[in-house]
């Protein structure tokens, strides 16, 4: 796969789809590439499957903000993703090495923009819309670093079937420990003369 750096390594992605409440993870998938762009519509399409329907509002980080992809599933939920920077144009980035142009209002529809995409970029405008949004690094970030601490990060099999399948039974445990806390009746703890504690925190 290739990485940021330019460079290639035997990697996969792994993406996950976590309710915000619940911190549930309800969708997961293996690629193999680098960025997340691209990687939206298909997630949103498996939810959908798996859970006979879609979330009214998806948070994703700023690497799903492909323009095709927010346009393809705008008509089954919103999404909130940062907007980017806009960019100098070649001749103005030999004056400087910023690469952004501030002078440029982001959240301005462009001419080009359909009507999803303007719709995007003002609702992340709203003070409404960025407070919604910091939800996502409470969710997605703790759910990557529980990841991280469960050693998914150097796996011992090779081809995305058998990666997608360690990244599976890393769902199973996490859904199965949220479950401990979220509904503990359903695993029987807390009841019973011999029952083990209720899972707090």
Known sequence: MELGDGGFCPAYNARFATDC???????VDVVCIGSDMGQLAP????VQKHCECTPDEWLVNGGYTKH???DAVS??????APVPEAKKTKKAKTDGDDKADKTIDKHAPK????AAIAEWRARMATEEAKAIYKLRAS????VNAQARNCRLVLLPVRGRAKVKCVALWFVLAHNFIRMGKLA?????IGTGASAMPAITG
Do not use: F, H, N
Request: glycine fraction near 6%; charged fraction near 25%.
């Open 68 to 70: 095709e992809q927010i």
């Open 43 to 46: 997630m949103v399409e498996q």
């Open 75 to 80: 008509d089954k939920t919103t999404v909130y």
């Open 139 to 142: 969710v997605a970030e703790c």
């Open 111 to 114: 001419a080009i923009d359909r």
């Open 21 to 27: 409440d619940s911190q549930v993870i309800i969708g």
């Open 184 to 188: 503990p009746q359903l695993l029987g």
